[in-house]
Each structure stands twice: as C-alpha cells, then as structure tokens.
C-alpha cells in the first residue's frame, strides 16, 4: 500500500481498481481464500493451462458491488459476459518481472 511519507522510486506501483483479487490456478480461479469462483467455461477456455496468473475480476470503475453479486454466485452464469480477468503477474514464471510481464504479453 502506498504510504505518502515513502519515496515511489524504485517501486512498480499498480492502479487497485474496483475488483475483486483472484487467481488463475492453472486449472481454476480461486480468491485469496482459496474459496472457488464459478465462471462459465467460455470465460477461462483460453487461459493457459498449467500456469498461474495473478490479477482482478472486474466490470467496471464504481461498481465494486456489481462485481461481487456476478462473481460470487455458486452456478456459472452470462453475467461473466460482463466480467474481465486483469492479470497483473505470473508469479511462478521463471525471471524478474519484467520478464514475466514479457511472456504475459506473449501468451495474450
């Protein structure tokens, strides 16, 4: 978290938005908590198997709650239509993270 007494130089500082954290397992999307999302197949069918992917569930900046009541129902459903996967690192790729972000890009 940014603390305006510390100097940014030096520090990747990313934008949070208006999200929720998940990670992409390889095989599925999990929260923080380990507690299973339920998207609908064609939402994670090109997402690389076998590795993982950190980043955010996200409809759109101010509604937060809106995520939240598409991202968390127990059945897959459309209103992951609505929904973007924002991977911000793959943390188990071999490199800094520039390098990782490289690959990302190359995988996307």
Do not use: Q
Not at 72 to 99: C, E, M, Q, S
């Amino acid at each position: 978290m940014y603390n305006k007494d510390t100097d940014p130089t030096g520090y990747f500082i990313s934008e949070k938005l208006d999200g929720v954290w998940c990670i992409w397992t390889g095989e599925k999307m999990i929260s923080r908590n380990g507690k299973e999302f339920n998207p609908p197949d064609y939402f994670t069918e090109s997402f690389p198997r076998g590795c993982m992917l950190d980043g955010e569930l996200f409809f759109k900046r101010g509604e937060f709650s809106k995520t939240i009541s598409i991202v968390w129902r127990k059945v897959a459903h459309d209103g992951w239509k609505n929904i973007v996967f924002l991977v911000f690192d793959a943390p188990y790729l071999k490199g800094d993270f520039w390098t990782r972000l490289t690959k990302l890009k190359k995988m996307f």
